[in-house]
């Protein structure tokens, strides 16, 4: 398999997930070195897909060598059946540290019948291979998914995980997309209802675009956004425009972007992500002009309207980052039949003391991922 280096007797993950029978239901591989479009297309085969378990997504902030894929399959048809992407954030020379997946593994393949026990091998197999094999701490974030927090929950705590607690910023606001379009309207935030009447009686124009192309419009955007609201950008933007041109290789992601326009000219976009139950949205950008006119409800509402009736469960918006403004605004949209998930936090997994000790050196919780992926990207 070109770019991908299969796990050596790789054919057995360990006693657990094959304790209920003779032989072993699963075996597992490690893929590194650009992972890239292969990859991505088995992503857009699970319907719990996330965007942090994209490659065209991570790959720009990381690199291709901080990266890991581990792929477990069925021993009987050999068919993918998780996967977990997986940093790696080393000491070099010694080679200790951490391996960190979140949101993932990736365990519900679409179309297929649900099977916590396939959960259960996958994190058996992420402890093999990083934790016994490589002698690292795995830490797991969990994804916020509404309908199996139970089965999370009970996976990690019987694989001997250790949470250790929740992260700053942990809920997630989620719209149901399978509300009609009069029973959506009903459930939003009267105050949210308002200002979306008077945003579509503003008469914007609004577009779905290609997103490769409209890459700098959107940009435009995003830094007048940035410069009026004084933030400094924590989402990487930099880095757009190798997202969407990775992404374009494999639809199946369901990288879409949507403008609205005023008089011709772009005022608010959105970026979304996603092709299964949860679909998200990473980005979204306003110029000067878009506050007066509520362009965003009005986005919203339309990007809202073209999922519906698709196979996606959820629209995730996101988190609020402490912002009572974004804080309003989402809960306003998800309004009364939405969901707010909660992240569990991350949870831990390790056998080795040194290990432990080097890898609560290098970081503390979500200034790993979130806030110092730069600095280790290509150390």
């Known amino acids: 398999m070109a770019g991908s280096t299969p796990h050596s007797e790789g054919s057995r993950i360990s006693d657990a997930a094959a304790a209920t029978v003779s032989e072993p239901r699963f ?19 699970f319907s719990d897909a996330s965007l942090e378990q994209m490659a065209a997504y991570v790959e720009p902030r990381w690199g291709h060598s901080r990266l890991c894929g581990l792929l477990v399959r069925c021993v009987d048809t050999g068919e993918p059946i998780a996967l977990a992407l997986v940093i790696l954030v080393t000491i070099p020379f010694i080679k200790l540290g951490m391996a960190y997946l979140k949101f993932g593994p990736l365990w ?45 929950q009970q996976a990690l705590t019987t694989a001997g995980f250790a949470n250790s607690g929740p992260p700053p910023d942990p809920e997630r606001y989620l719209v149901d997309l399978r509300l009609t379009e009069s029973e959506q309207r009903a459930s939003l935030d009267s105050k949210w209802r308002s200002n979306l009447n008077k945003a579509i009686a503003s008469g914007l124009d609004f577009r779905e675009v290609e997103p490769v192309q409209s890459v700098p419009e959107f940009l435009a955007l995003y830094r007048t956004m940035m410069a009026r609201k004084q933030f400094s950008d924590r989402h990487h933007i930099e880095l757009l425009p190798q997202f969407v041109a990775a992404a374009a290789a494999t ?23 996603g092709s ?75 056998q080795s003391a040194l290990s432990r000790i080097v890898s609560t050196a290098m970081t503390s919780s979500h200034r790993l991922v979130q806030g110092w992926p730069a600095r280790f990207k290509r150390a």
Not at 28 to 35: A, C, G, Q, T, V
Not at 258 to 271: M, P, Q
């Open 276 to 350: 299964g139950e949860r679909v998200l949205v990473p980005f979204s950008a306003s110029d000067d002009r878009a506050q007066s006119l509520r362009a965003g409800y009005a986005l919203r509402w339309w990007i809202v309207n073209q999922l519906r009736g698709t196979t996606a469960r959820w629209l995730d918006l996101g988190g609020t980052e402490g912002d009572a403004g974004l804080r309003s605004f989402k809960t306003g949209n998800i309004g009364k039949r939405g969901r707010i998930a909660r992240i569990a936090g991350e949870y831990d997994y390790s």
């Open 27 to 45: 075996r597992f591989e490690i893929w590194e070195n650009d992972l890239g479009h292969r990859w991505d297309s088995l992503v857009s085969s």
């Open 251 to 273: 639809p199946g992601l369901g990288v879409r972007m949507f403008l609205a326009y005023e008089k011709g000219r772009a005022v608010a976009g959105t970026i979304i992500a």
């Open 108 to 152: 519900r393949r679409t179309s297929a019948p649900l099977d916590p026990t396939i959960l259960a091998a996958a994190l058996d197999a992420a402890k093999q291979a990083f934790v016994v094999e490589r002698g690292l701490v795995l830490r797991i974030m969990p994804p916020p998914d509404p309908d199996y927090e139970e089965t999370w």
